[in-house]
């Protein structure tokens, strides 16, 4: 596998990918959320797990072939990081 | 607190209200998803923790003052079941 992207940590075993995401108010959220879904759903790609409150976001990547992490993993969770606009 | 809504159980100090949504695939978990972030943007009401993966969601609502479930907190849980669309 290449090297982890900036900010994302492997965890597990399988191993997932893993990542929080810290906003600083809810509308950032939800159009982070929103971007991740239409990302997902351009792609097929899924996170594992999200899980949200008002101002965070934590993402779960799961290996795409279900037991070691790749470079398509990676590739996935680097275009996750570009669905962050900084206002 | 009036009664519990049927399937959410009382957690945690301060207690919360959790209740797990299971779906036939990911369309559904998606509207589900779409449909409860509109009624906390109508009622300015957010959960405290919402997760999710393709085909399941776990809503987490804490008390609305912090401290004790009332029943305002069981008539938000109310509006959540009934995003549900049997299909």
């Excluded at 992207?5 to 950032?28: D, H, V």
């Excluded at 159009?31 to 097929?44: I, K, P, Q, R, V």
């Excluded at 594992?48 to 398509?72: K, W």
């Amino acid at each position: 596998m290449a090297e982890l992207p900036a900010g994302w940590e492997a965890r597990g075993k399988p191993p997932t990918l893993f990542r929080r995401f810290s906003f600083g108010a809810y509308g950032e959220t939800r159009a982070f959320l929103d971007a991740l879904a239409a990302l997902s759903e351009e792609t097929g790609v899924h996170p594992q797990n999200i899980n949200f409150g008002t101002t965070y976001v934590n993402v779960t990547l799961e290996a795409a072939d279900g037991e070691t992490l790749s470079d398509a993993d990676t590739v996935f969770a680097r275009r996750v990081d570009a669905l962050i606009v900084r206002s």
